[in-house]
């Protein structure tokens, strides 16, 4: 068969065509008859369920438990906090009937739960021996953006683990803030090999209703970035706004310190973009339904190379064995799209001579492996895949940054695509202009950088050294 007929028609830098393709012939996304809303196949919520193995432990770990609240929210308490409802209000879906009967109040579906979890934590908090409470809920959130939406990047119904955090004093809020970030690093790192930067949204990007966003991005081959994981410090606005108080130890009444934190599905969407190729998917092993496939290669005698492909033994490693009676370069090309790392191949030779065909989906190295020594080798090959995805995205972010001193740089960066450094006066007219004069880039975050010169659009001394992309 063709490759066209099963693999990706499209090259990665044709990256529209090319993404679409990928996540449908590689068995991740199906489409739904509404717009923004997509089917995860099993193959991509397995991703989603190592992520939320991995950052699941690490939050009960350091304290956090997990609740679950409800889907609908009154369009009271949405309204509680004007700031937040103002930010949402044009994403916000809402339920205005059941049946032929009109709802007194509209109910509003989530597109984020401080409005129904502030009002129970205004219950539960009473003393500051109920402090800190630290509830984190894994849900599904509908923000029904006016924009094109794009799968596993931008939906209109997502999936996501959202944090919130109620404590006695700023510094503890502060530090929460800040770790809850460096675990979304972490997770990026650690599941996914891939940099992010680690910055503040502008107070014009930050979350609405909070104090300050800090924020993780990824700069993707597409020359776009990409808001990867957020944590807000939300000071004391919602702990106002929804009476949230409690007594300290000398009997006084004060208002608790608030976080909340997200990380959503829109992960498994730039892992794809980042390490993928033409050939079709590429992901870390780390996150793979499949680690490894086994490709028996037969002409008469299937069974009994078949027989000898499952006695290969891989430990713990997830293995498939692919029996199909296609041709092997059907299968080859079938296993590449999909991402497998790792591909054995084993025929009436390799059989001879106690030996398998490894070949990395990464690098498409081929070498010869004694059936002895396959499975430390395969455990072997499966981390360094992992650390050369990591490694390459790393090189990726450093050859496509450039330092930019003023605006006619800056423009003319944007213009070919790359990940601008420069500096920031802080006023909102200037990040404003920049946005304008770029064609729609913008300030992605402030780092935590000195700044040492002057702003890139009006010449007066800088505040902030700040990242400038285009973004989805």
Same mark, same amino acid.
């Given at each position: 068969m063709k490759k066209k007929e099963i693999g990706i028609t499209a090259e990665k830098d044709e990256f529209s065509e090319w993404f679409v393709q990928l996540i449908q012939k590689a068995e991740l996304i199906e489409y739904s008859n509404v717009s923004g809303c997509y089917i995860l196949r099993p193959r991509c919520y397995f991703i989603w369920e190592q992520v939320m193995k991995y950052f699941d432990d690490k939050i009960k770990k350091d304290g956090v438990k997990n609740a679950y609240f409800p889907l609908l929210v009154s369009e009271s308490n949405l309204a509680k906090e004007k700031e937040h409802v103002e930010g949402f209000n044009p994403e916000v879906a809402w339920v205005t009937q059941t049946g032929n009967t009109k709802l007194k109040e509209r109910l509003a579906i989530r597109p984020t739960s401080e409005s129904s979890m502030y009002p129970a934590y205004a219950k539960w908090i009473r003393s500051w021996r109920d402090l800190p409470l630290r509830l984190n809920q894994w849900n599904n959130v509908v923000r029904w953006e006016f924009k094109n939406p794009i799968p596993l990047i931008r939906f209109r119904e997502f999936l996501w683990q959202e944090g919130h955090s109620a404590f006695a004093t700023e510094k503890e809020a502060i530090q929460e803030v800040e770790k809850i970030l460096d675990y979304y690093v972490d997770v990026y790192k650690d599941i996914f090999a891939i940099p992010v930067i680690k910055g503040v949204k502008t107070d014009k990007e930050k979350f609405a209703g909070a104090d300050k966003t800090l924020t993780t991005e990824v700069f993707l081959p597409s020359r776009k970035c990409a808001q990867a994981g957020t944590s807000h410090n939300? =000071? $004391?606005?919602? +702990?106002?706004?929804?009476?949230?108080?409690?007594?300290?130890?000398?009997?006084?009444?004060? %208002? /608790?310190? $608030?976080?909340?934190?997200?990380?959503? +599905?829109?992960s498994i969407g730039i892992a794809i973009m980042m390490h993928s190729d033409s050939k079709g998917l590429v992901v870390s092993p780390k996150v793979a339904e499949t680690q490894v496939v086994i490709v028996p290669i037969y002409k008469k005698d299937k069974k009994q /190379?078949?027989?000898? +492909?499952?006695?290969?033994?891989?430990?713990?490693?997830?293995?498939?064995?692919?029996?199909?009676?296609?041709?092997?370069?059907?299968?080859?090309?079938? @296993?590449?799209?999909?991402?497998?790392?790792?591909?054995?191949?084993? =025929?009436?030779?390799?059989?001879?001579?106690? $030996? *398998?065909?490894l070949v990395r989906r990464d690098t498409g190295k081929k070498e010869f492996v004694k059936i002895k020594d396959v499975a430390k080798k *395969?455990?072997? *090959?499966?981390?360094?895949?992992?650390?050369?995805? %990591?490694?390459?995205?790393?090189?990726?972010?450093?050859?496509?940054? *450039?330092? +930019?001193?003023?605006?006619?740089?800056?423009?003319?960066?944007?213009?070919?695509?790359?990940? /601008?450094?420069?500096? @920031?006066?802080?006023?909102q007219k200037c990040e404003d202009w920049i946005k304008t004069k770029t064609g729609g880039a913008k300030i992605i975050c402030k780092i935590n950088e000195k700044p040492k010169g002057k702003c890139c659009y009006c010449g007066k001394k800088s505040n902030s050294v700040v990242y400038i992309a285009k973004s989805y």
């Open positions: 939300l =000071g $004391q606005n919602f +702990a106002k706004a929804f009476d949230i108080k409690f007594k300290d130890e000398n009997g006084k009444e004060r %208002y /608790v310190w $608030q976080n909340s934190w997200g990380l959503s +599905a829109r /190379v078949v027989s000898e +492909a499952k006695k290969i033994k891989l430990g713990k490693v997830r293995v498939e064995i692919d029996d199909r009676d296609v041709s092997p370069g059907f299968k080859f090309n079938d @296993w590449e799209m999909k991402g497998i790392p790792i591909r054995l191949e084993l =025929g009436p030779k390799d059989i001879k001579l106690k $030996q *398998v065909v *395969v455990e072997k *090959v499966l981390e360094d895949i992992h650390n050369n995805l %990591y490694n390459k995205a790393k090189r990726h972010l450093k050859n496509n940054t *450039v330092l +930019a001193k003023n605006i006619s740089d800056v423009v003319k960066s944007i213009k070919n695509k790359k990940l /601008v450094k420069t500096e @920031w006066c802080g006023n």
